[in-house]
C-alpha cells in the first residue's frame, strides 16, 4: 500500500506547478547570490567559501519553512479540503501506507527544494565569473564536497524538522490556518530568541537552542581567518553535532507521537458535533404578514453596507487564528517595547519615538503579511465557503458588497495601525514614565501609520479582487511587495515616486517630533492612497459577483461597469493622482534634483578624475572670520554674510581659488564687487529630471584673484550664502535645520579639492572604472586655528550657541541676538553653530585653580531625568583632567543635546554635544545594571576639550589616536578614578570586544599604534594599552607623560603639529625601564593586547615585586577575549564600539566637523 | 408574471457547451427541469439567478431584461443553490436577519419574527443559535430554503433542493412550496421525475444544454399511452434485446429484470402493455440524445 500512495504522491506533485515555483524561485536566487556575490563576506574570502555556503545553507532552512509549510501542511490537509475521505474510509488503505507514503512522498519534494540551495550557488560560482559579474578569483575551486556537505549537515534536518513540525500540527489540528499561525509563531519566537542569544554567553545555550543550527555556526567560525574560511569544511562535530542530533531527534520524536496518534476515523470524520440541548416548546413564531419591504435609495444601500461590513469584521475577528496570529505579533511587540533600547546592559527610558521609530522599522512586513492574508481571505471568502451563490444574487449593488469588504480591511489596518500607540502607551505608563509624547504618537499615527496600512490595504484589496485564484493574488501581492522591499532596502533604487506606498525616510524624534517631513510625507501618502483608489476603483471593474470564470466575461462585465459614476470616479482619480504626482515631481525632480545611487556614485568619480589633479594646488588658508549669521528655523532658512580673511601660507604665488560649494547658493565679494568665476566641471543631468538643464554645475568653482595673493600675504573677501530650501526632496533634506532645533557650520564654501568625497569602497569604484584607492592615503588636512566674530540671531524662543566668549545677547524685531567672540587662542576649525529651543541649566563649577567657570547644560525639556549625572560628570572631568593635563583654557563649558540625525557627538571648543537617542539622555539608570556610560560618554567628549581643542592632531591617518584615543583613555582614568575599579569594567570590556572584534578581522594586515589606520586601534587599543599601562606604574607617571605632550603642542598655528610618534616619546620619557618594553611591545608591534607582557615577568619572573602584584586588567582582558569570541560574532554587533562611533541615522547632511579644515 | 426564455446559449472557457439555444416560456406555479447531471440545468438556473452570463439569447421578467438589468431580478428572487456554503463562524439566525436585512426589510421586529417563522417552518428553530459550520448537510439544506424564501420573492429558482433531506423533511419542504401564492414562479430542478409529476404544473427535459420537451406532466403522459410495453427477461439476454427493441428502461427487481420498450405497435414476443408514467417520458427523451444504460 505504501508503494502505491508514495507513488500517488510523487505524481500528484510532478503535475502541481507550486513545487516547480518553489524549486525555481530558490534555484535562481541562491545562484544569483554566488553569481554576484551578494553574500556576506570579507574582502579576502572567496564566495563560494565553505563557511559562506554552510551559512548560505543554514539561513536559507529559515526560509524553506515557508516551502515545508505549504507542501507538508497539505499532503494530508488536502483528503480533508477535496473531501476525498469518504474513498479513503472506504478503501482497503493502511495506516502506515498512507501516512509514511504522504509524508515521504511530501518530504521528497521538500528535501529537492531545499537542495535547489546548492545546486543554485554552485551555478552561481560558475556564472559569476562567466558573465563577468564577480572576478574569477574571487571563487575557490568548486569541489561538489562544498555544496554537499553542508546540504545534508545543515539544510536537510533543518526542513526535516520543520516538515515533521508541520506535517504533525495539521494531522494534530485538521486545519490548515494552524500552519500560517504556526509557521507565525515559529518565526517570531526564532526572532526572539536570537535577540536573547545576541546577549548570551552560555555556549551551550547558543549552539543548541536553534534549530536551524546558524547561531551556532556563526559562532563556531567567528574568529576563523580567511585562509580557513576558504579552505576548512564547517565539519558537524561537538557542539554543532549536538545541535544536529538534538533536533534531528526532536523531529523523529514529533513524528513518532503524530504517527502514533494518527487515527484515519477521527482524522477524517472530524470533531464530534456538539447538540446543543433545545428549547422545546416555545410559543411558535408568526411570520409578520406584509413586512416593509424597501429595495432602493441610499437608505437601503447605507442599511446593507452597515451590515455586510458587520459581518465581514464578525467573520475576521471570530476567527481563532486571527487572534493567535495577532496575539503572537503582540507579544514579540511588548517585547521588544519592554526591553527597549539600551547600552551597555542599560535600558533607556521608554520613549515615545522609539516605540515608533522601531515600529515603522521593524513591522511594515508582518503588518503586510497580515493584511494581505486576510484582504484574501475576505475577498474569497463567499466563494471559498460557496456561499457567493447565495450572497451574490442578493439584491445590493456590487459597490456595496464591494465597498463592505474594503471598509472591513480599513478597519483591521486601523486596529493595526493604532497597537504599537496603544502598546507604547501601556509600557509607558506601566513603568511610569512621565513623558508620554501624545503629540508625537497623534502625528506619527496620522503621518506615516494609517496611510501607509491604507495603502497597503488598497493594494492588497485591489489584487485580490482582480486576481480570481487566492494563492496566485497573494503570490503576485507578496511577490511585488518583497521586490519593492528589496530595491530599497538594498538601495537598487529609491525614487519613491514609483514606488507604491514609499515615502521619503525619518526618523521620529524626541526634540522634533516628525517636524518639517510631515509635509513630504504627507504628500506622498496623498499621492499613494489616490493611487491606491485607483487601484481599486479600476480592479473593481473586475469584481467577480457570481459564477462568472474567464477573462471573457470578465471583460464584458468590466464593459458593463465602466460607465456612469465609476468612469467619472476613474477619470477624476486619475486626475487627481497626476496632479499630486505632478507636483511631488515638481518638487523632487525640478524644484531639486533627483540622482539614483549610481548617479551619485558616478558624479563623485567624475569630479575625482576630473579635478583629483588639483588636490595639490597651493591654497590660502583662513585666519580669521567676521560673521553676521541669521537663522530662521520656523522656515528653515539660513544667511550668511561673513568676511574671511585668507593668508598664504605656502611659499608660492596664488592666482586662483578652487572653491567647493558643497550645494551652498553663495556669491564672493571682493570689495562690494562681485567676483566672476568659471566652473571646471559639469554633470549630465539626472535620468529622472527631465526638466533640468541638460548640464548641471558641480559644486566647484575657479575664482580668478585680481592681484595674486603673494607668500606672506593676505586679502579679506566676503561670502554671501543663502540656505533656503525650495520645495522637498525625495529623500530626507534640511536634516540640520529642524523646527526645534537647527546646527549649521555657517555656511561657508570650502576651499581645494576634497579628497573626503571620493568614493571610497574599492567595489564601487571598480564599477566606476576608478583605481583602487590606495587606503594609506591622506584625507585630512593639518588642522588650522581661526579667530571668529561672530553675531547670530534666531528666533526669539531659540538660544543660540557658538564657540567662544558671549559679547551680548539682546532680542530686537522679535528676535534673538548674540554676539560671541574667540579671538584670543582661535578655535581649530571647523565649528559649529546651534540654535535650539533648548531648556538650560547652569552651575558654576570652581576648577582646581579656583576660577570659577559657567557649566551649562542645554536640553531638550523632556530629558531632564540624567541632568545631575551630566553635573558631576561634567564637575569631576574638569576637576580631574585640569588637575592631570594642564588648566581647562575656555571661558565657559556648555553641554548640548544634538537632534536624531546628527552630529553624533560635538566636541568644539568650550562647547559638547551628546546625540539624544543614544548619548545617554534617556539611560534609565535606576534598574539593576548601574553602569554609569552617560558618565563615561561625557567623560570621552569632555575630555576632547584637551585631545582636539588643545592639541590638535596632525593630518597623518593614525591622529585619532590623540583626539579619541587619548579622550577614552582620560574617561576611563576618570571613572577608575571617581567611581572606582568595578565601574570602568563595562567600558573596559566594551572596549575588548571593539579591538577583538577589529583585530580577527584585519585581514590587511593589522598595523601597529604609530601607524594606527582602522578604528580599533585608536578607538580601542590606545586607550586600552594606556589603561594598562597606568595600572602597572600608576596614572601620575602617564597623565604625566599626557601632561607634558599637552604642553608641548598645544594650540599650534602651524606645521608640524602633534602626531603620535611625538606622543609615544612623551611617554617613553616618563615610563620607568621595567615597562619600556611593554610600551615598545604595545606600540610598535601589532601583538594581541592579551599576550602583552609587562613589567619583569617576562624576562625575570621570580620577582617577587612582579608577582604581588597580579594586574587586575589583564586578568580582566583575557577574560574578555575568552567571553568575546562568543559575543561579537555578528557584523552587526561589531559596528556599535564605544561611544564615538557613527550612529546609523547619522546622515550625510549632518555636518560633522569631518568636512574641510578650511572653510573660505 | 412570465418567465421567457429565448434562444438561450452559453458555452463555458473549457469548451463545455452548457446551454444551447434554450427558448422556455414560464408562467406562475410550479415549474420542474429535468435532466441527467451536466445536463445544464444549473448553468440556466444561475443564469436566471444574475450568478453568470449568456453567450447569446435573451430573458425577460415580464418587462425586466434579466441578463442586463441584474439589481431587477434580484430585488425578486429567493435562490437555493445546489451545494452552497455558509460563513461557518455566524450563527443561523444572525445569518437569516443579515439576508433579510439585504433583502430589504428594515424594521427589526419585523426581520426578527419572519427569521424565527422561517427557521420554524424548516424545523431549525431549536437550532438557531448554532454556528451555521456546526450545521448537518441536511441541517444547512433545511437553512438554504429558509434563506430563499426571505422576503416574498416573486421568482423563486431552487436547484434540487432536496438533496440529503430525509423524506419527512422532504414533504415537509414541499408542502412548504405548495403553499406560497398563485403569483409567483417556481423553477424547481430535480432527479426525482416522480415530484415533477406530482408537483408541477408545467415541465422541461434538458440534455445536452438542450430543451428536449417542454410541456405539462399530464400531456406528456398521455401522449405515450398504449406505447409502452414491459417483459422480464433474463438478465444475459439483455443484449440481445437491446439489438432488437428500443429500450427506455430496464428495472432490477429483486433479481429479475425488467425492461421497457416505446413502440407504436404491439411487438408481441411476450411483451405486455404497460401504463406509461413521467420516467418512461424522461427515458424516452433522454435517450434520444444519449445512451441510457441502467445496467
Redesign the interface.
Known amino acids: 500500500m505504501f508503494k502505491e500512495i508514495f507513488a500517488f504522491e510523487i505524481r500528484y506533485r510532478l503535475r502541481r506547478p507550486a513545487v516547480y515555483i518553489y524549486f525555481f524561485l530558490v534555484l535562481i536566487f541562491s545562484a544569483f547570490s554566488f553569481a554576484k556575490g551578494d553574500v556576506p563576506i570579507g574582502e579576502k574570502e572567496w564566495i563560494n567559501s565553505p563557511v559562506v555556503l554552510a551559512q548560505f545553507s543554514a539561513i536559507m532552512s529559515i526560509f524553506l519553512m515557508v516551502a515545508s509549510a505549504s507542501i507538508m501542511g497539505m499532503a494530508i490537509y488536502r483528503d480533508l479540503e477535496y473531501g476525498t475521505k469518504e474513498y479513503y474510509l472506504s478503501y482497503p488503505i493502511t495506516k502506515p501506507g498512507y501516512f509514511w507514503g504522504r509524508f515521504l512522498g511530501s518530504f521528497i519534494f521538500v528535501a529537492a527544494i531545499g537542495a535547489a540551495t546548492m545546486i543554485g550557488a554552485w551555478l552561481g560560482t560558475r556564472l559569476g565569473p562567466a558573465f563577468g559579474w564577480q572576478p574569477k578569483d574571487r571563487y575557490g575551486n568548486a569541489q561538489l564536497i562544498k555544496y554537499i556537505y553542508p546540504y545534508l549537515t545543515l539544510t536537510l534536518p533543518s526542513l526535516f524538522f520543520t516538515s515533521s513540525f508541520f506535517f504533525g500540527l495539521v494531522s494534530a489540528f485538521r486545519n490548515v490556518k494552524v500552519i500560517y499561525s504556526s509557521g507565525t509563531l515559529l518565526f517570531l519566537g526564532y526572532m526572539i530568541s536570537s535577540f536573547f542569544l545576541h546577549n548570551s554567553h552560555n555556549q551551550f545555550v547558543i549552539y543548541l537552542t536553534d534549530p536551524f543550527n546558524f547561531n551556532g555556526l556563526r559562532a563556531e567560525v567567528a574568529a576563523w581567518s580567511p585562509d580557513q574560511h576558504n579552505h576548512s569544511l564547517v565539519r558537524m562535530q561537538g557542539l554543532l553535532l549536538q545541535n544536529r542530533i538534538l533536533w534531528s531527534s526532536i523531529a523523529l520524536a514529533g513524528l513518532a507521537i503524530t504517527w502514533f496518534r494518527f487515527s484515519f476515523e477521527r482524522f477524517f470524520s472530524g470533531r464530534q458535533?456538539?447538540r446543543?440541548t433545545?428549547?422545546?416548546n416555545?410559543a411558535?413564531?408568526?411570520?409578520?404578514r406584509h413586512?416593509?419591504?424597501?429595495?432602493k435609495g441610499s437608505r437601503?444601500n447605507q442599511?446593507?453596507l452597515y451590515?455586510?461590513t458587520r459581518?465581514e469584521i464578525?467573520?475576521i475577528v471570530?476567527?481563532s487564528y486571527f487572534w493567535i496570529i495577532l496575539s503572537g505579533g503582540l507579544i514579540f511587540m511588548f517585547f521588544i517595547f519592554w526591553m527597549g533600547p539600551g547600552r551597555y546592559g542599560v535600558p533607556d527610558y521608554p520613549r515615545t519615538s522609539f516605540f515608533m521609530g522601531v515600529f515603522m522599522e521593524t513591522f511594515p512586513f508582518f503588518l503586510f503579511l497580515i493584511i494581505v492574508f486576510y484582504t484574501g481571505e475576505t475577498v474569497h471568502?463567499e466563494k471559498?465557503?460557496?456561499?457567493h451563490?447565495?450572497n451574490?444574487?442578493?439584491?445590493?449593488?456590487t459597490w456595496v458588497f464591494n465597498t463592505a469588504k474594503l471598509l472591513s480591511l480599513l478597519a483591521l489596518a486601523t486596529g493595526l495601525a493604532l497597537v504599537p500607540m496603544l502598546l507604547g502607551i501601556s509600557v509607558q505608563l506601566l513603568k511610569g514614565y512621565p513623558h508620554l509624547n501624545l503629540t508625537q504618537y497623534a502625528s506619527s499615527e496620522l503621518v506615516t501609520l494609517l496611510p501607509k496600512m491604507i495603502a497597503t490595504v488598497l493594494f492588497c484589496y485591489a489584487i485580490h479582487i482582480a486576481i480570481d485564484n487566492k494563492f496566485a493574488a497573494h503570490g503576485v501581492a507578496i511577490t511585488i511587495w518583497a521586490v519593492l522591499y528589496a530595491l530599497t532596502s538594498l538601495n537598487y533604487f529609491d525614487y519613491n515616486l514609483l514606488l507604491y506606498s514609499y515615502t521619503p525616510r525619518f526618523w521620529p524624534s524626541d526634540i522634533d517630533g516628525i517636524g518639517h517631513m510631515v509635509r513630504p510625507v504627507a504628500w506622498y501618502q496623498a499621492y499613494w492612497t489616490t493611487a491606491g483608489l485607483l487601484l481599486v476603483l479600476i480592479g473593481s471593474l473586475f469584481y467577480a459577483?457570481?459564477?462568472?470564470?474567464?477573462?471573457?466575461?470578465k471583460t464584458?462585465?468590466a464593459r458593463q461597469r465602466f460607465r456612469g459614476w465609476t468612469t467619472t470616479g476613474i477619470v477624476a482619480t486619475l486626475l487627481l493622482f497626476f496632479t499630486i504626482g505632478g507636483y511631488i515631481y515638481y518638487n523632487v525632480s525640478y524644484l531639486n534634483e533627483y540622482l539614483t545611487t549610481w548617479e551619485k556614485e558616478e558624479r563623485a568619480a567624475l569630479a575625482e578624475r576630473q579635478l583629483r589633479r588639483y588636490a595639490d594646488i597651493p591654497q590660502p588658508r583662513t585666519t580669521h572670520i567676521s560673521m553676521q549669521l541669521d537663522l530662521y528655523p520656523d522656515i528653515q532658512q539660513e544667511t550668511t554674510k561673513a568676511l574671511v580673511t585668507l593668508a598664504n601660507s605656502t611659499n608660492q604665488t596664488i592666482d586662483s581659488l578652487l572653491v567647493d560649494g558643497d550645494g551652498l547658493d553663495f556669491e564672493v565679494y571682493s570689495n562690494n564687487t562681485k567676483l566672476p568665476y568659471t566652473c571646471p566641471l559639469y554633470f549630465p543631468r539626472g535620468r529622472f529630471d527631465f526638466f533640468r538643464p541638460k548640464q548641471e554645475p558641480s559644486d566647484y568653482r575657479w575664482y580668478r584673484l585680481g592681484n595674486p595673493l603673494k607668500p606672506g600675504d593676505s586679502i579679506q573677501l566676503e561670502v554671501r550664502s543663502t540656505v533656503a530650501h525650495e520645495g522637498f526632496e525625495n529623500s530626507l533634506y534640511n536634516a540640520n535645520i529642524l523646527h526645534n532645533i537647527l546646527f549649521t557650520g555657517g555656511n561657508l564654501p570650502g576651499l581645494g579639492y576634497d579628497k573626503g568625497d571620493e568614493l571610497g569602497r574599492n567595489d564601487i569604484r571598480r564599477e566606476h572604472g576608478l583605481p583602487k584607492k590606495d587606503p594609506n592615503e591622506l584625507t585630512r588636512d593639518n588642522p588650522n586655528l581661526i579667530t571668529l566674530d561672530i553675531t547670530v540671531s534666531t528666533s526669539a524662543d531659540h538660544i543660540a550657541l557658538v564657540p567662544g566668549r558671549l559679547e551680548k545677547e539682546w532680542t530686537a524685531n522679535d528676535r534673538h541676538y548674540y554676539h560671541y567672540l574667540q579671538n584670543s587662542s582661535g578655535v581649530y576649525a571647523p565649528f559649529g553653530i546651534l540654535s535650539a529651543h533648548y531648556k538650560s541649566s547652569a552651575t558654576t563649577v570652581t576648577l582646581p585653580d579656583g576660577r570659577p567657570l559657567d557649566v551649562g547644560i542645554f536640553y531638550t525639556p523632556m530629558n531632564d531625568l540624567n541632568l545631575a549625572d551630566f553635573r558631576s560628570a561634567l564637575k569631576d572631568g574638569l576637576e580631574y583632567y585640569s588637575r592631570n593635563f594642564g588648566p581647562y583654557p575656555f571661558p565657559r563649558l556648555t553641554l548640548m543635546e544634538t537632534p536624531v540625525y546628527g552630529p553624533f557627538n560635538v566636541a568644539m571648543q568650550g562647547e559638547i554635544g551628546l546625540i539624544e537617542n543614544l548619548g545617554g539622555w534617556n539611560a534609565d539608570l535606576s534598574g539593576n545594571n548601574k553602569t554609569d556610560y552617560p558618565y563615561y560618554n561625557i567623560a570621552v567628549v569632555l575630555a576632547q576639550q584637551w585631545w582636539g581643542q588643545q592639541v590638535a592632531p596632525n593630518n597623518a591617518k593614525s591622529s585619532p589616536v590623540i583626539s579619541k584615543g587619548l579622550a577614552v583613555y582620560s574617561a576611563l582614568r576618570l571613572v577608575r578614578q571617581y567611581r572606582g575599579k568595578d565601574a570602568v569594567t563595562p567600558f573596559l570590556e566594551d572596549l575588548q570586544r571593539t579591538y577583538g572584534w577589529g583585530h580577527r578581522t584585519d585581514f590587511d594586515g593589522e598595523h601597529d599604534l604609530l601607524h594606527a589606520n582602522k578604528p580599533h586601534l585608536w578607538d580601542a587599543r590606545a586607550p586600552l594599552v594606556l589603561y594598562n599601562l597606568a595600572e602597572y606604574i600608576g596614572a601620575d607617571s602617564v597623565n604625566a607623560a599626557l601632561r607634558d605632550f599637552l604642553q608641548q603642542w598645544k594650540f599650534r598655528r602651524d606645521t608640524p603639529y602633534a602626531g603620535v610618534a611625538d606622543l609615544y616619546s612623551c611617554l617613553k620619557q616618563h615610563i620607568p625601564d621595567s615597562e619600556i618594553s611593554y610600551l615598545k611591545n604595545a606600540w610598535e608591534t601589532s601583538t594581541p593586547i592579551a599576550e602583552l607582557k609587562h613589567g619583569a615577568s617576562q624576562s625575570k619572573p621570580t620577582t617577587t615585586h612582579q608577582q604581588s602584584k597580579p594586574t587586575t586588567s589583564q586578568t580582566i582582558t583575557s577574560q574578555q577575549s575568552k567571553s568575546t569570541t562568543s559575543q561579537t560574532t555578528t557584523p552587526q554587533q561589531s559596528k556599535p564600539t564605544t561611544s564615538q562611533t557613527i550612529t546609523p541615522q547619522q546622515s550625510k547632511q549632518s555636518t560633522t566637523p569631518h568636512k574641510k579644515t578650511s572653510p573660505l | 408574471m412570465q418567465l421567457s426564455i429565448d434562444r438561450l446559449s452559453k458555452t463555458y472557457p473549457n469548451g463545455v457547451r452548457a446551454l444551447h439555444n434554450v427558448s422556455l416560456n414560464l408562467t406562475n406555479g410550479m415549474f420542474g427541469l429535468l435532466g441527467p447531471n451536466g445536463a445544464g440545468k444549473s448553468s440556466l438556473m444561475r443564469t436566471i439567478a444574475t450568478l453568470q452570463e449568456a453567450d447569446s439569447g435573451s430573458i425577460r421578467l415580464d418587462d425586466l431584461d434579466v441578463l442586463d438589468n441584474k439589481t431587477g431580478v434580484r430585488r425578486l428572487l429567493g435562490y437555493l443553490p445546489q451545494e452552497f456554503g455558509v460563513y461557518p463562524k455566524i450563527s443561523a439566525r444572525q445569518m437569516l436577519d443579515h439576508i433579510a436585512r439585504l433583502k430589504g426589510i428594515e424594521r427589526s421586529n419585523e426581520r426578527r419574527d419572519l427569521v424565527l417563522a422561517l427557521l420554524e417552518k424548516v424545523n431549525l428553530y431549536k437550532d438557531r443559535d448554532r454556528k451555521l459550520g456546526t450545521y448537518s448537510g441536511g441541517m444547512k439544506q433545511r437553512w438554504g430554503i429558509a434563506q430563499a424564501l426571505i422576503g416574498n420573492p416573486r421568482l423563486i429558482i431552487v436547484d434540487e433542493p432536496t438533496a440529503g433531506l430525509d423524506p419527512a423533511e422532504r414533504n415537509r419542504f414541499y408542502n412548504l412550496l405548495s403553499q406560497l401564492g398563485e403569483q409567483t414562479i417556481v423553477i424547481l430542478s430535480t432527479h426525482i421525475v416522480e415530484d415533477v409529476s406530482t408537483l408541477c404544473s408545467q415541465f422541461a427535459i434538458i440534455c445536452h444544454g438542450e430543451v428536449l420537451y417542454h410541456g405539462e406532466p399530464g400531456n406528456a403522459i398521455k401522449s405515450l399511452e398504449e406505447k409502452i410495453y414491459s417483459k422480464r427477461i433474463p438478465q444475459n439476454e439483455i443484449e440481445k434485446y437491446r439489438a432488437g427493441y428500443p429500450i427506455i428502461s430496464t428495472q432490477l427487481k429483486a433479481g429479475q429484470l425488467y425492461i421497457r420498450i416505446k413502440s407504436d405497435e404491439h411487438p408481441g414476443n411476450g411483451f405486455s402493455p404497460a401504463a406509461p408514467d413521467l420516467e418512461d417520458v424522461y427515458f424516452t427523451h433522454i435517450s434520444t440524445k444519449m445512451d441510457v444504460n441502467t445496467l
Open positions: 458535533q456538539r446543543l433545545s428549547t422545546v416555545q411558535r413564531p408568526q411570520p409578520p413586512p416593509y419591504i424597501n429595495l437601503y442599511k446593507s451590515t455586510l459581518i464578525l467573520n471570530r476567527d471568502r471559498h465557503t460557496r456561499y451563490l447565495i451574490d444574487t442578493l439584491p445590493p449593488p459577483r457570481g459564477t462568472r470564470t474567464g477573462l471573457r466575461e464584458v462585465l
